[in-house]
């Protein structure tokens, strides 16, 4: 089925399941145990042995030796891969470095080889006994240093946002240097990893010349291809099988070295092989959020109209790698006619930078949105006012290309009002509770909504429940609920009676799950194979299928009423699709928006922050399910907090790796550091996007919100700080006088 007109009235608009909160039904298999993640397949895959992973010791250079002598003769050991044995092994396409290294190294902890044991404490212990001899070479670990030098470079982070290398309307110096008022001024955002709870984990068993790998990965069918051109396979010889992941934000879109790893070491063990990365090994091991350093400049007339913006940004990766994509929403969000972005990207020796958490936009809005405060308070006006001043309904490169819908407006004036932002006082630093500096901020929030082409088989058998099978992913989203909410509501069945099989590369090739596509993408994907469902049953009874409906289980024409269950008679129906998408996204710009209000309260006397309120109003086309929406909005707000005021990789700049390579180091928000959160939808339908009409929502969720902190924390304290995270050493000297 091929999208490419708005799309007309269809089922969905009934809106008697799809629309409705509702529980996960996943719910109870996680909440019981019962639902089994990649290291816990074992009756799928039994008497599995334990690969225990060895990073590199260096961020650069070669291995001169390995003496693997002593580790295998230690208790339990079944086999050891290294590159020396590995065979032939090729750069997957969605990697930058190989997963397996040596001799070369290309990065710190970077696996160089895989100890396989009886137990997981043999493996480990033999892991420990590998000696290696490295040949250290120098290495680029300083992004600032790099960045003088570094040339421009535009790319598209495979998730919706992009830009070229430089992109130029008008003549922004021109405008920039007439501007009565103007800014100018430099932010940083850290390295962040994705800290996600599942770490990265992998069973791998070989049937002769057939590997099945149940694994923890948001892109079943990327990863399939990856795998099969990692071993030098053929793809068909390729199984992957990923019903439940426990969280990926971008670091699980692409195969690491666990699956790899595990298929290694299962081929040279000669039985199945699970391998889960140490803890320890995943900050530098698998992928991570580069940093940036940005520069925004912004003239403006003194009614507030932006003339003059500009938006550089540099970052940096290992060699062949990519930028972030921080200038993205630059291009969209507020209207001026002389615009600038430009992109640099350093190569560093660091390890691999790639997607996390909506690269591109989550720190680039950090940047931008700190600005559009400043700026708001140099012109004297509401940074509420001066975001809705700037308001634009078309593309300001190209006026003629008009958003599909956008309510920025709405999102902003509507939070103002919940939020009671007319108590905001306008003077930072004067506010007081007690101990606490309190403060209020506000952010815009921007996410493009990127759809992609997804398939889906649906059957119904003879006691009239309808399966879907698709290769689409939960990676703790609420896919399950809302694939079938959409099966009910297309089929007019009760949610009972759907059942939904997911991540299985077996199984029609979905949208997956990443750059928040896969809750309308996916949906669509089965919309249209229900709706392919519903014309073989009318075709089967003889129905005009014009005037069908599908209702209380039955389908019902004129007066002729037949059962699902009837209709299906004992051997079933079934039928696959795939939605396929033309133009329209080329036509109208398709983004997500919303108003992002934070309240913080600041100790005088230490400088630590604490966030006591924060509201989120998104307009994000139809939602189909308001209870895991709401879910996936309050989770991203809790990652803006950790972007905002902790999450840090701290960078070794002599040696060339992150230090705090674990949970203790790395601290992440926990539910004490949450208050309240209130997420509200404005009322949409976007006939653009899908069938669905239904846009991204769950990383819309966290794009504008460390910037909302931030204006809520200078709110608080009146000093402002530009680079992230916010933590007390950055304020606390320059704080109000207490005493
Ligand atoms: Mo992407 S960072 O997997 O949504």
Redesign the pocket.
């Given at each position: 089925m091929k999208f490419d007109t708005p799309a007309g009235t269809n089922p969905i608009d009934r809106m008697q399941v799809v629309g409705k909160p509702t529980d996960r039904i996943d719910g109870k298999y996680k909440t019981t145990g019962t639902a089994p993640y990649a290291y816990e397949q074992n009756r799928a895959a039994p008497n599995a042995a334990y690969g225990y992973v060895v990073g590199a010791g260096i961020a650069k250079g070669r291995i001169a030796g390995i003496d693997l002598s002593a580790a295998k003769a230690a208790p339990g050991v079944l086999a050891i891969v290294t590159a020396d044995n590995a065979g032939k092994l090729t750069k997957g396409n969605f990697n930058t470095a190989n997963l397996l290294g040596g001799p070369a190294i290309e990065h710190y902890h970077q696996a160089v080889a895989v100890v396989v044991a009886e137990t997981f404490e043999q493996a480990r212990a033999a892991a420990a006994l590998v000696r290696i001899d490295y040949v250290r070479a120098k290495g680029r670990f300083d992004l600032a240093a790099e960045l003088d030098h570094a040339p421009l470079k535009g790319d598209d982070s495979g998730?919706g946002s992009k830009a070229p290398p430089v992109d130029r309307v008008g003549d922004f110096e021109k405008a920039f240097a007439a501007a009565p008022v103007t800014l100018d001024a430099r932010y940083t955002t850290p390295d962040q990893s994705h800290a996600m709870m599942e770490p990265h984990a992998s069973i791998a068993a070989w049937q002769g010349d057939e590997l099945t790998i149940w694994t923890s990965n948001?892109m079943i069918n990327w990863g399939k291809g990856d795998v099969a051109r990692t071993l030098g396979i053929p793809k068909e010889k390729v199984r992957l099988i990923s019903p439940y992941v426990g969280g990926?934000?971008?670091g699980k879109?692409f195969v690491r070295s666990d699956a790899i790893m595990a298929a290694l070491g299962a081929r040279a063990a000669g039985r199945p092989v699970k391998v889960a990365l140490q803890r320890p090994l995943i900050a530098n091991n698998t992928t991570h959020r580069p940093a940036t350093i940005q520069r925004i400049r912004i003239g403006c007339q003194k009614d507030g109209r932006i003339t003059a913006i500009a938006h550089e940004s540099g970052s940096g990766d290992l060699p062949g790698g990519g930028p972030e994509t921080a200038v993205s929403q630059t291009k969209l969000l507020y209207a001026g006619a002389n615009r600038l972005t430009a992109m640099r990207l350093a190569v560093l020796d660091l390890p691999e930078g790639n997607?996390?958490?909506?690269?591109g936009e989550a720190p680039g809005l950090m940047a931008l949105e700190i600005a559009m405060d400043e700026m708001a308070e140099k012109l004297g006006m509401d940074p509420v006012e001066f975001r809705i001043v700037n308001d634009t309904q078309v593309d300001p490169a190209k006026p003629e290309r008009k958003f599909s819908q956008r309510d920025l407006v709405g999102c902003l004036r509507q939070g103002a009002d919940r939020f009671g932002w007319s108590r905001r006082n306008p003077k930072p630093g004067t506010t007081r509770d007690g101990q606490w500096l309190v403060g209020m901020g506000v952010a815009a929030g921007f996410r493009n909504n990127m759809t992609m082409k997804s398939a889906a088989r649906v059957g119904i058998d003879r006691k009239g429940v309808v399966t879907v099978a698709t290769d689409m992913t939960d990676i703790g989203t609420g896919s399950y609920t809302i694939i079938a909410q959409t099966a009910a509501e297309m089929l007019g069945v009760p949610l009972d009676k759907v059942v939904v099989l997911l991540g299985d590369s077996s199984f029609p090739v979905s949208s997956g799950s990443?750059?928040?596509w896969g809750g309308n993408s996916s949906t669509a994907g089965v919309y249209a194979a229900c709706a392919k469902l519903r014309e073989t049953i009318a075709q089967k009874l003889g129905f005009n299928s014009a005037d069908v409906t599908f209702e209380g289980g039955k389908v019902r024409a004129g007066n002729r009423s037949v059962s699902l269950a009837e209709a299906a008679g004992d051997a079933g129906l079934s039928a696959e699709e795939m939605l396929e998408y033309g133009d329209l996204a080329k036509k109208y710009q398709q983004s997500t928006f919303a108003g992002h209000f934070v309240e913080v309260g600041v100790d005088a006397w230490t400088g630590e922050v604490r966030v006591r309120r924060m509201l989120a109003v998104c307009a994000a086309g139809r939602i189909l399910n308001p209870l895991t929406a709401r879910s996936q909005v309050i989770g991203a707000m809790t990652m803006g907090v950790g972007a905002a005021l902790m999450e840090e990789l701290a960078v070794d700049k002599r040696f060339g790796f992150f230090v705090n390579h674990d949970l203790a180091g790395y601290e992440v928000p926990v539910h004490a550091d949450i208050p309240h959160q209130e997420v509200v939808f404005l009322e949409e339908a976007d006939p653009m996007s899908s069938p669905m009409k239904a846009k991204g929502v769950g990383?819309l969720g966290l794009c504008g919100v460390g910037a909302a902190i931030a204006n809520a924390i200078y709110n608080a304290t009146g000093v402002r700080v530009r680079d992230y995270p916010i933590t007390l050493d950055k304020h606390l000297e320059k704080l109000p006088h207490v005493a």
């Open positions: 998730e948001q990926g934000f971008g879109l997607a996390m958490r909506a690269p990443g750059g928040q990383e």
